[in-house]
């Protein structure tokens, strides 16, 4: 864990209100730095001062690439996305990184792993499914979004394996959720992977349950290093609260109660 | 160099600033971002006597220049805090100050004594802005005989000082010191947060779980300078003062305002290394405006306007 | 597009978008940037008895996400308010409330009526947030039983109705508009400013010359939510809601916390336009949230909450 | 009065932490807009938003050229002007203009005026300068900084009629104050207009005291437009107070007490 400027390289609009955006760590060392950090990790971004944003805004790791850039993708959705979209080539983000704990690809050996996500829960899944095709998993991946325009990262889900890509009102792919999908396909897989809205995932872990999974989940944070007790989750069947910034945010999926 | 060296009753500081309660768990997420001896005193987040869940999420919401939190007291509770975290935070050097939150008088007390014994702490801060559940939830913070009662019931108790944090919502923030005071504590904490809320247009409801929180950050900060000039010039006990610290300038006007030391909360979740940025600056700000040493600065804003109204 | 038509008692109001007192003087300036037919109501600077001087500068100073001021209720006195401002405001078709401010019950009493009597205003809002001389000081915002006692004497001296101003520096704001209510009060104006204070670094004195001064602006909008929404579940009575408004969401806000129409203060001193701005935008940010009328939105956060507990 | 946006036309730094600002009024009409802005007036900017600088800053006018474009002078003295200084050419400032009671240059004939500034009064006292000098009176000025690196508009002042610098260190021109620099001198004048910190006008009033005379005052201000009472000075001899951003910012020199 650090805190760094990481330098703008580009900033790329992908979809309606969506943002690509790769950033550049300074003096690190590939190989130790970012070598070891996981898919389903965030950057925990300062996106104002005090007086403008005082909170930071977790945010994914969508991909890191051979020269150690990250790519995050978010949806411009409040004001701090906002002001972090305005962010041109160049300029600076302090950012807390690597923060939380990721999906456990180096403990898992699978077949086939299936990826459901949906809108701004779509970014990890794509270094998560990057990072298990490159150990030979076969992915299959659902994504749901609300529209076509919506929609983003379809030719590089799809260069990973099968996709299928929903969205509510049926303007790209197949109309409605994912789970519609879920239960319309018999799908054979090893272990599911999701990340989401809290609705989503909740239909998803139901639609799937007693199958091994993985689920990412979101919450309000505070400091994104597990020191102030904002963004906490229950554990499933004790009384007791897990840090999503800390434990999570990957959790399996039937280790908490959404 | 000016020396930060800062003493408090039971506290030999090697500097006023320190991180203020619930912003800083135990420390030990700190640490790996920082030397922990950098920092003049730790102040662990609220003690209770069995371990608290908490409220329910979102417990954090962003306001104007500052946050609201209703996180609830979560802590493993005191035994866990005495076997498991002090004994990580006695590696450093640094004095540990403990707050503690209870339900009841009895609460304040059996967990003030635990805490002392464990030997492993230097200071308590009570925090009390509970809700007292025997007096049907009015919160000891806001009644100056019940504030009086924990803080002397306390004191009996307990060997190490002990600082009450007092809340700012109250009429009368004078009248609270003064209670305090005349039931023996050793010093003061100010202040906490103020109660707010902000409704989320989408839900039509409270964003917080718990419907109000605990306003904290810059927007705070020129109601903890009044109420700290306020209690300075009727109190004689030494204050911790708080609300609102970002800047090594925030830290002067509080130490001009009557804070014999500071605590830093919100600013460490905006940049967790606020507290060694503002060490650092420190000094050198003391120096810009023409301090010799710390002493100078407590209460600066008060000597002087005193020295005026008397020419 | 909504109608924003808000009545109250005493007030038909065609949005519920007024200046909030003292950010507006008697409206001659901001009626040369705009037409003030545009506005729901004007809210008038304070009167007194005899004018006022007000305190010594600097009277404002600026804070994060606010501002502090000490004006000291510099005005003319009601008489000259009577016959020089009020004729002026009365060319519009917009109602008046008429703020009054007093040392004692008796002046209050006295100032409502004469200007209770000039026929020109359409309502009177009690600035209680003065200290009261005979009381020795104490703020009538802050003793449940002497806010009553000015409500309750304004009220029998006056025709029109009579909203209090209660002001935040209070450890229970439901209790003084509880005791506010029993005197008669016809409605709400809530919240005054916070008492607050800034030191400035290089004179090391409190930067006001009155030493502290009201805080208001965006900072203080959780604290002004929290309390309109606590009273709002103890009263009947109407809210005017204020505090830190700047924008249509902001007043959306407010409704949905309980007012049943809102004041904007500081933001004129930032914006002139921004009352205007706001009621240009309030009809399609209502339609945007998926209300159909005021009426679903006023304490709309309220109902949902309630909704949600009972099922 | 109104509200615009002016647009920047020109950022010159002119002297240590001193800005010259070019900003030009659009869609005005530089006869009936700006004809009538009088020097000693003041444009009231909106140097950010609610959160970061929520009060206008008040900055004199320095001159208007003939096509109608404000020039400003300021120092870099806290966060709003650092703020101010920032905007570059083709960025937007907010102000409300023009405000406050400028000099009644319309109602004098004067033979010789003097005009005696201090630090950042002294900007405008040129755009007075000019216009008198413009109506034939002749001009004296004397100028205060603090040193050397903070005088600006020298060959300005020079083209205007006899100009004389002072500074605090006497690293420019004379060493000491302007009131030093008045009490050395036999100067002939019909007027004096002094703009600057309280403490020089203080001090030049009172040594000029019984002489026709107009000052320029300072006070911290909040709307700017005359309904807020903050920016109050007292009147002489009586008790009651004048609002500064309308009655003034000029007063005649034995108005009001300093
Ligand atoms: C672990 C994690 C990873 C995330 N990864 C991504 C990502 O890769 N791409 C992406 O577009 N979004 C992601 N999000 C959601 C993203 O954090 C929010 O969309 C963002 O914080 C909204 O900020 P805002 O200022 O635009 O919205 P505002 O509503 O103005 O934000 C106000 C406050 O609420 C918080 N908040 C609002 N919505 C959310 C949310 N959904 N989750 C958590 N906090 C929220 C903000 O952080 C801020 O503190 C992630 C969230 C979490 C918890
Ligand atoms: C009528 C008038 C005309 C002025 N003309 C000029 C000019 O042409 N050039 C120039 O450089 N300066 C001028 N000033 C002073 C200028 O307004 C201040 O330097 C500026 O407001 C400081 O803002 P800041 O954010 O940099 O400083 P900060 O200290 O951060 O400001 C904090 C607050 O104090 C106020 N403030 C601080 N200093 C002053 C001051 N000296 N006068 C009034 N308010 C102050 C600010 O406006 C702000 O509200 C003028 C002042 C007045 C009253
Ligand atoms: C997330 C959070 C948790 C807090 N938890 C505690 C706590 O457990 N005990 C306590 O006395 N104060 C607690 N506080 C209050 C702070 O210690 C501090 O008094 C207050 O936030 C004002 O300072 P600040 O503006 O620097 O944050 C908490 C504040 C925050 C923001
Ligand atoms: C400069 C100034 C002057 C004020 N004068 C009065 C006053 O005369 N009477 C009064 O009841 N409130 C007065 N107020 C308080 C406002 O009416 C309002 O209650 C408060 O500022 C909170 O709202 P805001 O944040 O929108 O400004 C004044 C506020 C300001 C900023
Ligand atoms: S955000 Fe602070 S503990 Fe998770
Ligand atoms: S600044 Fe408001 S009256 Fe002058």
């Known amino acids: ?258 | 160099m000016i020396s930060l060296e800062t003493k408090l009753p039971g506290l030999h500081l090697k500097n006023p600033i320190m991180p203020a309660s619930g912003c800083f768990g135990f420390g030990r997420e700190f640490s790996e971002l920082y030397d922990l001896n950098k920092l003049g005193a730790v102040v662990i987040k609220a003690a209770t006597q069995d371990p608290r869940y908490g409220n329910q999420t979102p417990r954090v919401a962003e306001t104007a220049a500052g946050m609201l939190n209703a996180i609830g007291l979560q802590n493993p509770g005191v035994e866990t805090i005495c076997t498991d975290e002090l004994p990580f935070l006695s590696q450093f050097k640094t004095p540990v100050i403990a707050n503690v939150a209870g339900s009841t008088i009895e609460e304040y007390a059996s967990v003030a004594k635990r805490l002392d014994e464990s030997g492993l702490i230097q200071a308590l801060e009570l925090n009390i802005s509970c809700p007292n559940v025997k007096e049907g939830g009015i919160q000891f913070g806001k009644d100056p005989v019940l504030a009086a009662e924990v803080t002397a019931q306390v004191k009996r108790t307990v060997a190490v000082p002990v600082y009450v944090k007092l809340s700012p919502n109250t009429a009368d923030i004078v009248q609270m010191a003064k209670a305090v005071e005349g039931a023996g504590a050793d010093g003061l904490s100010m202040i906490n947060t103020l109660t707010g809320m902000q409704i989320d247009l989408s839900s039509k409801k409270p964003l917080l779980a718990n419907q109000t929180g605990g306003l904290s950050g810059p927007a705070i900060k020129p109601i903890a300078i009044r109420m700290i000039y306020e209690v300075r010039q009727h109190s004689g006990l030494p204050i911790i003062g708080m609300g609102g610290i970002s800047t090594a300038e925030d830290v002067l006007e509080f130490l001009l305002a009557g804070a014999n030391a500071v605590a830093v909360g919100t600013a460490n979740i905006h940049d967790p290394f606020a507290c060694v940025n503002i060490i650092n600056r420190l000094p050198q700000l003391l120096e810009k405006y023409g301090f010799q040493n710390m002493e100078e600065a407590v209460g600066g804003g008060i000597r002087n306007e005193a020295n005026i109204s008397g020419s």
Do not use: W
């Open chain 1, 1 to 258: 864990m650090m805190q760094t400027e990481l330098t703008v390289l580009e900033n790329n609009k992908i979809a309606e209100e969506t943002v690509e955006m790769k950033l550049g760590i300074n003096n690190a060392n590939p190989a130790t730095d970012i070598g070891n950090f996981t898919p389903g990790q965030f950057l925990h971004v300062k996106v104002g001062e005090s007086d403008t944003a005082l909170l930071r805004r977790p945010i994914s790791i969508a991909d890191i690439d051979g020269n150690g850039n990250i790519t995050i993708i978010f949806k411009i959705s409040g004001r701090g996305t906002d002001m972090l979209s305005k962010r041109t080539s160049g300029s600076r983000v302090n950012a807390l990184l690597p923060c939380g704990t990721g999906y456990p690809v180096d403990n898992l050996k699978l077949d086939t792993a299936l990826l459901v996500g949906g809108g701004i829960g779509v970014p990890p899944l794509y270094y998560l499914g990057k990072t298990l095709a490159g150990s030979g998993t076969r992915i299959i991946s659902i994504l749901g979004f609300q529209k076509a325009e919506h929609v983003f990262y379809k030719e590089k889900f799809a260069e990973l394996g099968e996709s299928i890509i929903v969205t509510d009102d049926g303007s790209y792919g197949e109309k409605g959720l994912v789970t519609d999908c879920l239960s319309k396909m018999d799908i054979d897989f090893d272990c599911f992977f999701s990340c989401g809205p809290t609705p989503m995932l909740r239909a998803v872990t139901n639609k799937l349950s007693g199958r091994p999974g993985y689920i990412s989940v979101e919450q309000r944070m505070g400091c994104g290093i597990g020191a102030c007790y904002a963004c906490v989750v229950p554990v499933k069947g004790e009384t007791g609260f897990k840090k999503i910034c800390k434990d999570g945010p990957v959790f399996a999926a039937n280790e908490v109660s959404l």
